[in-house]
């Protein structure tokens, strides 16, 4: 059976409890101004991860809360970044509110000068209220507080079938340089840019070019970018280790009943993602009003359990409960990871590993 990462995230039963179902905030006078202005522009364009699940959690969520419709694309990539630079060409400003992972804000909006900076229009008491944030503060992806980040949680770029292999014989990244894992290993394709290199650009990063060249030449790896066939590969046993594992994919098969594991190797911090996490607020929006609210109940603890809940994500905010979700991707404390979302990781270290992994292997 194969799944996409679709069918996966819409056919979890995992279940996440609202701290509250719905905005404890409505009553301020900022909010109450803010609620009446977004109303009378009748709605809210919002561009979005690819998936019915939150595209439902989006339009039904936010719809309930304040009687304000949305309209939902199904998008929050690259090409995102295209239709908007057409558009705006065009003299036409359709978008209020753009989400989706770092790249495509950071390097096609934020230098195309089409956001307004996010941390001013966050009132509602429930969003700015530091104690309910990871770590006591907002996040944000970018130094100068424009983009909001909104998610984080642990990875597991390392499963396997314990049918063939056990989690005691990979316990390191080390070990799966040994002869006897020779062919026996399926890997995401180590050339891919954007986010997908956050993966190769750590192993340079850690280990450096011997260790990149022994994994991804010398034993052989079947190389894919088709996530769903990565994990069908493992479920079934035909490659019992995968590097590079898509986490959604393997909840569902060990669903299935499929002996899948992910391990956390120890001789390298464990990774953490931001997935779907950032949140834009575009500049010239036809319903600036109604952007700024939809992005305030989208932080705050309703807006995050619908979002957590479609994608099968951790929310920054603290004060979310959550139940279903697999264990690994809480954080632990004293565990060191490294925070593939990072600014600096983003636009300085991952592009350049990348570089250097392509010359490595000749691509």
Not at 118 to 139: M, N, T
Not at 198 to 206: D, Q
Not at 317 to 323: A, G, H, I, P, V
């Amino acid at each position: 059976m194969r799944l996409t990462r679709r069918a996966a995230l819409s056919g979890t039963g995992a279940a996440l409890v609202a701290a509250t179902a719905r905005p404890a905030f409505g009553q301020t006078q900022t909010m109450a101004a803010l609620i009446a202005a977004a109303k009378a522009e009748g709605g809210v364009v919002v561009d979005g991860p690819p998936y019915d699940a939150v595209r439902n959690a989006f339009v039904d969520g936010f719809s309930r809360a304040y009687g304000i419709p949305v309209s939902y694309i199904s998008s929050g990539s690259s090409q995102s970044g295209a239709r908007v630079r057409a558009e705006r060409a065009a003299g036409k400003y359709l978008l209020d509110v753009f989400i989706s992972g770092p790249d495509t804000p950071i390097f096609t909006f934020l230098p195309g000068g089409w956001l307004d900076k996010v941390e001013p229009v966050l009132v509602a008491p429930d969003v700015i209220d530091k104690r309910k944030w990871k770590d006591g503060h907002l996040w944000y992806a970018d130094p100068n507080n424009t983009i909001l980040r909104v998610q984080q949680f642990v990875v597991p770029e390392l499963a396997i079938n314990t049918k063939y292999v056990h989690p005691r014989d990979v316990s390191t990244w080390r070990a799966l340089l040994e002869p006897k894992w020779q062919g026996k290993i399926a890997a995401k394709d180590p050339t891919i840019t954007g986010a997908g290199a956050s993966l190769t650009s750590y192993f340079y990063i850690e280990f450096g070019p011997e260790f990149v060249k022994g994994l991804y030449v010398n034993q052989k790896p079947t190389l894919t970018r088709d996530q769903r066939q990565a994990a069908q590969w493992l479920a079934d046993g035909t490659y019992p280790i995968l590097v590079g594992a898509d986490y959604a994919s393997l909840v569902q098969f060990q669903k299935l009943g499929y002996p899948l594991q992910p391990v956390f190797p120890t001789d390298g911090p464990s990774v953490l993602s931001g997935g779907f996490g950032n949140v834009c607020l575009v500049n010239k929006a036809p319903h600036p009003n109604a952007a700024k609210l939809f992005i305030n109940w989208l932080a705050g603890p309703a807006g995050e359990t619908a979002y957590s809940l479609a994608t099968q994500a951790l929310s920054l905010r603290t004060d979310l409960k959550y139940e279903g979700l697999p264990s690994f991707v809480f954080p632990q404390k004293g565990t060191k990871y490294m925070d593939t979302y990072d600014w600096k990781f983003v636009t300085e270290q991952r592009d350049q590993a990348l570089a250097k992994v392509r010359e490595l292997l000749n691509q």
